[in-house]
């Protein structure tokens, strides 16, 4: 059974970081595309960034403040987030296109496996 796990949310002050890991279990992650998402109280779920063999993408409010990456031993994607700023509050999820070997691409539709989202709070 196909299933994404995130882990790794928290509370933090206004510039600090953490590190979200998205979990893969029943498929090799390191062949898909993985999507990280948001969504922010009252707010339409939007892109953050996504990976694929191929390219990485990130959404402009986010350009140099956050990193994707993937441990494939670890069957796992990573967001590493710096500099978090109290927008960037919301639950983040993780999302796996089933299309294997595609580009990523930052539009929710081409996703067709969710995690159940972490929380994320950025407050002093």
């Known amino acids: 059974q196909l299933q994404l796990v995130e882990s790794g949310g928290g509370l933090v002050q206004p510039g600090g970081s953490l590190r979200l890991a998205c979990a893969a279990s029943?498929?090799?992650?390191?062949?898909?595309?993985i999507g990280w998402f948001r969504q922010a109280p009252g707010k339409e779920r939007e892109a953050v960034s996504c990976i694929s063999s191929s390219n990485t993408l990130y959404t402009d409010s986010v350009k140099g403040r956050f990193t994707i990456s993937r441990d494939s031993s670890k069957n796992t994607v990573y967001l590493q987030m710096n500099s978090l700023k109290p927008e960037d509050t919301a639950i983040y999820y993780c999302?796996?296109?089933?299309?294997?070997?595609?580009?990523?691409?930052?539009?929710?539709?081409?996703?067709?496996?969710w995690g159940q989202g972490t929380q994320v709070t950025v407050s002093s």
């Open positions: 999302a796996a296109d089933k299309n294997r070997f595609r580009i990523c691409t930052l539009t929710s539709q081409n996703y067709n496996y």
């Open positions: 029943g498929f090799t992650l390191n062949y898909y595309p």
